[in-house]
């Protein structure tokens, strides 16, 4: 009984890593070195976690000098810090090239996201903005 209960276990743990890898997530390509990096950190980082689109495709930062983690190596070439990528199920959905201020970056980002399905199925339906309250019409 023990055996199976620590098989089950063990099937479970194995499993977490690859249904995380899986979801939506915004990957920053970042540099210490990066001006640009951190005018967003003062700009934008703290607010991120807290809207509509940081809730769907949570930030995970990732340094230019790092080795690319595996789950990250499909993805083209960073060029130039930011670079911030959308991955859902694994693939890239689009990137935002550079920083280009707050007002566009939130439009850049709003419109990547409505890019990622629904959990209800086929439809994408677009976050309402931060700063627009209104509820959209799903597109399918």
Known sequence: MVSVRLFAMA????????????AAELVMFDSPVCE???QWDREIA??????????????????IYDPMPQDLKS????IYTP???LIDQGREVG????????DFFW???????????TPSGNCLSPPPSH????ERNQTC
């Open 46 to 63: 703290a607010i991120d976690p807290k809207t509509d689109e940081g809730k769907r495709a949570p930030l995970r930062r990732q340094s």
């Open 36 to 38: 640009y990096c951190e």
């Open 107 to 117: 439009g850049f980002l709003e419109s990547l996201v409505a890019k990622i399905p």
């Open 95 to 102: 990137r935002i090239s550079g920083y280009p201020g707050e």
């Open 11 to 22: 099937l479970l743990v194995s499993y977490l890593p690859l249904t995380s890898t899986l």
């Open 131 to 134: 700063s627009d309250q209104t």
């Open 83 to 85: 670079t911030f990528v």
């Open 75 to 78: 993805i083209k070439a960073v």
